[in-house]
């Protein structure tokens, strides 16, 4: 299936800016679930990729993670990175933030990594790239650590199976009308013999569906 260029989504994203904000409406109550069941209480580092703003970041630095945590957050949008700086300012000396040309590599050592996340951002990535992304994520992560996702997904019933395949018809007719996001489903990404998941719910706002997943290496 077409998904956006990362030149693209780069622009995309340098556009929307501060927008990005406005999706907190549907986003937020996945984004509690992860937080409940990430035990972000006991990680002393987290990478993100796709940081956004640093919405989800803020929350955890200031509530959630141990005051010596860590925190890298990269994105492919220079633009989000900006954004992200000002809001993660009070934080400074714990966070790296990094503009990425949009390789699912990441920058840190095997095994380092407490918390890997990943919010709304594998839904708009090609399959392999998603792939590419968990096995890195599998690779940085230290053996008790956990994967934390969140992505659109299929609704099952009512208004919100309506919405997702609005939602799949624009994608198709071109990605950008989507923002180039898609529904997916997660799970099935997760190869059982590097994962063992030990957290997975939909989560439906305002139409919208949302699958949560936090899983350990095997
Ligand atoms: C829908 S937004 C989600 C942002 C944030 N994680 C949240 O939950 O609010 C997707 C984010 O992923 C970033 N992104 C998309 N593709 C990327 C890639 N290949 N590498 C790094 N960041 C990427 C975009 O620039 C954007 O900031």
Redesign the pocket.
Known sequence: MRTLS?SA??AF?DRLGRG?DS?AFY?NPALDDLVREGDFASARSVLE?????G??AARLLATHLPPNAQYVG????PR?IAISTRRLAPWRTRVRLEA?A?S?LLPAADASVDRVIA???LD??PEPEARAFLGEARRILTPGGRLCLVSLTFGESGPSRWVSRIWMALFRLHPILT?G?RPIRLAPLLDPAAWCITHRRRVQSFGVSSEVIVARPT
């Open positions: 990362r989504v780069r994203y990005l999706q986003e990729f796709g940081c956004g703003t919405r989800l990269l994105d492919i949008s989000m990425t949009g699912p919010t709304y951002v708009l990535l923002g996001c």
